[in-house]
């Protein structure tokens, strides 16, 4: 059964130190990735896709990374603007396109 | 130019009533989908249409039904609503038989009274 699971479940930063949160998972047929960001009382807002390990995006401060069992999301130097909840979620073999979600980390930064 | 868009944005209602969500998309995708959001922000897919084809039909109690006029529209229909329905509900869209991400709505914040 494909699952994922996001690592830790809340993070607090002050501003400007940088880490990384973690989504490991197992799927069949990896089709691909994504990482979203959510913000309170809005729609999961997409950021990057992976679709191979060793494959890495990056976006201002953020960066994305994949091996064949997790995904990292990478935050340097974050500002406040960056709290809010990342998402991973995996897309299997099946031509379904369904996407199996993480729990989410929610992410505070204090300036 | 709201590319996934759904109604309403809140929806109150007491125990037993029937509801509908409406959603549509304008960036020409062939599939669209309904996720249940749950109150530790666990996101779970429901429903998913393939022009207009009912092609994704998780665990979900027959008071819920979807339905697809064409494929830029995916309705959700909640018959008896009772207490633990009580959620956010997000439609998407995407290509099913794609690696590509899939797009959200605003979501439907559900209250069951």
């Known amino acids: 059964e494909d699952q994922v699971t996001q690592s830790p479940e809340a993070l607090r930063l002050q501003e400007g130190e940088s880490s990384s949160l973690n989504c490991s998972y197992t799927?069949?047929?990896?089709?691909?990735l994504f990482w979203y960001r959510q913000d309170p009382g809005k729609g999961p807002e997409f950021l990057f896709t992976?679709?191979?390990a060793g494959e890495e995006k990056e976006k201002e401060r953020l960066k994305a990374t994949l091996t064949k069992k997790e995904s990292f999301l990478h935050i340097t130097a974050p500002k406040p603007e960056d709290s809010a909840t990342y998402l991973c979620?995996?897309?299997?073999?099946?031509?379904?396109?369904?996407?199996?979600f993480g729990q989410g980390t929610t992410l505070q930064v204090k300036p | 130019d709201t590319a996934v868009s759904q109604t309403p944005k809140y929806l109150v209602t007491q125990m037993g009533n029937d509801k509908s969500i409406k959603c549509e998309q304008n960036?020409?995708?062939?599939?669209m989908y309904w996720y249940k959001q749950d109150s530790k922000k666990f996101l779970k897919i429901m429903f998913s249409?393939?022009?207009?084809?009912?092609?994704i039909n998780e665990t979900v109690p027959n008071r819920f039904s979807p339905k697809s006029p064409d494929k830029a529209h995916l309705n959700l229909h909640i018959n008896s609503l009772e207490l633990g329905d009580s959620a956010v509900y997000f439609c998407?869209?995407?290509?099913?038989?794609?690696?590509?991400?899939?797009?959200f709505g605003p979501g439907t914040r559900l209250t069951v009274l």
């Open positions: 992976l679709y191979s």
């Open positions: 249409y393939n022009n207009k084809e009912l092609i």
């Open positions: 960036l020409g995708h062939d599939t």
């Open positions: 979620a995996v897309k299997g073999s099946s031509n379904t396109g369904k996407l199996i």
């Open positions: 799927v069949s047929g990896l089709r691909g």
């Open positions: 998407a869209s995407g290509i099913a038989g794609g690696p590509d991400e899939q797009f």
